[in-house]
């Protein structure tokens, strides 16, 4: 069973730096492109960043790119997305997904706020 569980969110300033967690199971995960989404209140959900299955690779929406880094421990089965200079319009739930495949874990809260 496919399931990836998200954690390292929370409530942060602007400006600050949060590390996002994705813990993958359930299929091989070193063969699987990885992204981050994200869905703000009364928002779509939106694309993030994505990273190629070797890490090798990565690639960021205009609104992260130069705050963001998408990385990946293919021995540990995670994935993870370092958020600096954090901004209110940040705010947030955050979602992990393989590219290729349909399940979404339960997300991780980020606020940023004063």
């Known amino acids: 069973q496919v399931q990836f569980v998200e954690s390292g969110g929370g409530l942060v300033q602007p400006g600050g730096s949060l590390r996002l967690s994705c813990a993958a199971s359930?299929?091989?995960?070193?063969?699987?492109?990885m992204a981050w989404y994200r869905q703000a209140p009364g928002k779509g959900r939106e694309l993030v960043a994505v990273?190629?299955?070797?890490?090798?690779?990565?690639s960021y929406a205009n609104y992260v790119k130069g705050r963001f880094t998408i990385s990946r421990d293919n021995a540990k089965n995670t994935v993870y997305l370092q958020m600096n200079s954090l901004k209110v319009e940040d705010t947030a739930v955050y979602y992990c997904k393989s590219v290729s495949r349909g399940y979404w874990g339960q997300g991780t809260q980020v606020t940023v706020s004063s």
């Open positions: 990273i190629a299955a070797n890490g090798g690779s990565t």
């Open positions: 359930g299929f091989t995960f070193s063969s699987d492109a």
